[in-house]
């Protein structure tokens, strides 16, 4: 599922509408010719006319696709929500759809802080962008690398680097991988919905678990019907 509307942006001069860890490789500068090298080229393979463009500033602009892979849900406002949700209040806990791809546009100079910031603020998402990473991922040998990208770091100049090809790079957007959940970073109404969800979620296991033993047992009686008949 595709969540592309009219393309977003950062830049304020545009008016158009089983993964493997991966350390990170090192900056490469490069030079403003080596940049327009680098753009021409970018351009000449692009297939779907998104293409960059360099400013007589030196910074360039174009766009990046990010997926979204969100295992919690997001907490939205609640004129906004749609589909899966538990309301609370003035927020909405909400279930992005899997596969659902965003696309930005943005510019050299945007870090990977903002662009998380930016696909947040798309989806009307309350919850602190601290919670979010970006992480950029490629193909290798038949592996899937994922490496995750600093808050400094610039996704269009990686996109850049790595031409349009989604198969070489591309972007995803997950929660922070800390080990622990860091529940005291959530606020009392998302807390909250966690909660409904879980009672939901258990509610449906224990069902489950019980049709199934139901049904053992009705075989087992039925076995045991057969072996002791009266004779």
């Given at each position: 599922?595709?969540?592309?509307?009219?393309?977003?942006?950062?830049?304020?001069?545009?008016?158009?509408?089983?993964?493997?860890?991966?350390?990170?490789?090192?900056?490469?500068?490069?030079?403003?010719?080596?940049?327009?090298?680098?753009?021409?080229?970018?351009?000449?393979?692009?297939?779907?006319?998104l293409?960059?463009t360099?400013?007589?500033?030196?910074?360039?602009?174009?766009?990046?696709?990010?997926?979204?892979?969100?295992?919690?849900?997001?907490?939205?406002?609640?004129?906004?929500?749609?589909?899966?949700?538990?309301?609370?209040?003035?927020?909405?806990?909400?279930?992005?759809?899997?596969?659902?791809?965003n696309?930005?546009h943005?510019?050299?100079?945007?870090?990977?802080?903002?662009?998380?910031?930016?696909?947040?603020?798309?989806?009307?998402?309350?919850?602190?962008?601290?919670?979010?990473?970006?992480?950029?991922?490629?193909?290798?040998?038949?592996?899937?690398?994922?490496?995750?990208?600093?808050?400094?770091?610039?996704?269009?100049?990686?996109?850049?680097?790595?031409?349009?090809?989604?198969?070489?790079?591309?972007?995803?957007?997950?929660?922070?991988?800390?080990?622990?959940?860091?529940?005291?970073a959530?606020?009392?109404?998302?807390?909250?919905?966690?909660?409904?969800?879980?009672?939901?979620?258990?509610?449906?296991?224990?069902?489950?678990?019980?049709?199934?033993y139901?049904?053992?047992?009705?075989?087992?009686?039925?076995?045991?019907?057969?072996?002791?008949?009266?004779?």
């Open positions: 599922m595709d969540c592309l509307s009219p393309h977003d942006t950062l830049d304020p001069s545009y008016n158009n509408g089983q993964d493997v860890q991966k350390e990170r490789e090192p900056h490469v500068y490069l030079s403003k010719e080596e940049v327009k090298e680098k753009i021409e080229s970018y351009n000449s393979s692009v297939t779907d006319k293409k960059m360099l400013n007589t500033n030196g910074i360039y602009t174009g766009f990046i696709k990010v997926q979204m892979e969100l295992c919690r849900p997001i907490t939205v406002q609640s004129s906004q929500s749609q589909g899966r949700c538990a309301h609370s209040n003035n927020e909405t806990a909400f279930c992005l759809p899997d596969g659902c791809v696309t930005l943005i510019s050299s100079t945007n870090t990977v802080r903002e662009v998380i910031e930016a696909l947040l603020k798309k989806f009307f998402v309350a919850d602190n962008p601290a919670k979010f990473a970006l992480y950029k991922r490629c193909h290798k040998e038949d592996q899937v690398y994922t490496c995750k990208l600093s808050d400094r770091e610039h996704p269009l100049y990686l996109r850049l680097v790595a031409g349009p090809r989604t198969e070489m790079l591309s972007f995803v957007l997950r929660e922070h991988e800390t080990g622990e959940v860091m529940w005291e959530f606020s009392i109404p998302e807390l909250q919905n966690f909660l409904r969800i879980l009672d939901k979620e258990e509610n449906e296991q224990l069902q489950i678990l019980k049709k199934r139901a049904a053992y047992r009705d075989k087992l009686e039925e076995a045991l019907g057969g072996v002791w008949k009266p004779g």
